[in-house]
T-cell receptor, first 117, second 116 residues
Framework: EAGVAQSPRYKIIEKRQSVAFWCNPISGHATLYWYQQILGQGPKLLIQ????????DSQLPKDRFSAERLKGVDSTLKIQPAKLEDSAVYLCASSSLGGAEITGELFFGEGSRLTVL | AQSVSQHNHHVILSEAASLELGCNYSYGGTVNLFWYVQYPGQHLQLLLK??????LVKGIKGFEAEFIKSKFSFNLRKPSVQWSDTAEYFCAVNVNYGGSQGNLIFGKGTKLSVKP
């Protein structure tokens, strides 16, 4: 079974530039998550989708971050404009269960490491 | 708000030593508890989880964790570590609201280095 695919693996940009990350979850997984992991910290949820609907985006900085999952499969996370503090690893995860039935078995991708200069 | 504390930032052990990584959470209600592991260069993966029942949970690769409700703790243990256990370990919690679950909240992680 193929895992969660993410790209790019690494990205270096200057502040105020924009960047986009892509995620393709495990086939059939209805729930998709984007996490931000800053160095020395644990992952923090940014947004959760179930199919193509947003379940939770309460911690997404909506003035600069946006995410979509138009067809309920792959997803894109965008940052525009980027700030220095956005330097982090952006993790995508998927789950086979709905948001209301999460068992905690999230399957993570390898992450996209963003450096903002 | 719920939070998860992992007491040790970096633990260094020799092979065959015993391991215990501490994890405490702050929430007075029903929770689900997890340990995830990230091996060098790999993605996060589930090590073990507790939902209900026997508070001593066994996971992969000889790891186990014990849920002590009175102490709000879910410590990870392994009697004899191997060099291949070198990784970062994350404790995570979500709140069990009965018919639904809250989002997964992670601790800051503990880096384990095992010397051969």
């Amino acid at each position: 079974e193929a895992g969660v695919a993410q790209s790019p693996r690494y990205k270096i940009i200057e502040k105020r530039q924009s960047v986009a990350f892509w995620c393709n979850p495990i086939s059939g997984h209805a729930t998709l998550y984007w996490y931000q992991q800053i160095l020395g910290q644990g992952p923090k949820l940014l947004i959760q989708f179930q199919n193509n609907g947003v379940v939770d985006d309460s911690q997404l900085p909506k003035d600069r971050f946006s995410a979509e999952r138009l067809k309920g499969v792959d997803s894109t996370l965008k940052i525009q404009p980027a700030k220095l503090e956005d330097s982090a690893v952006y993790l995508c995860a998927s789950s086979s269960l709905g948001g209301a039935e999460i068992t905690g078995e999230l399957f993570f991708g390898e992450g996209s490491r963003l450096t903002v200069l | 708000a719920q939070s998860v504390s992992q007491h040790n930032h970096h633990v260094i052990l020799s092979e065959a030593a015993s391991l215990e990584l501490g994890c405490n959470y702050s929430y007075g209600g029903t929770v689900n508890l997890f340990w995830y592991v990230q091996y060098p260069g790999q993605h996060l993966q589930l090590l073990l989880k507790y939902f209900s029942g026997d508070p001593l949970v066994k996971g992969i690769k000889g790891f186990e964790a014990e849920f002590i409700k009175s102490k709000f703790s879910f410590n990870l243990r392994k009697p004899s570590v191997q060099w291949s256990d070198t990784a970062e370990y994350f404790c995570a919690v979500n709140v069990n609201y009965g018919g639904s679950q809250g989002n997964l909240i992670f601790g800051k992680g503990t880096k384990l280095s095992v010397k051969p």
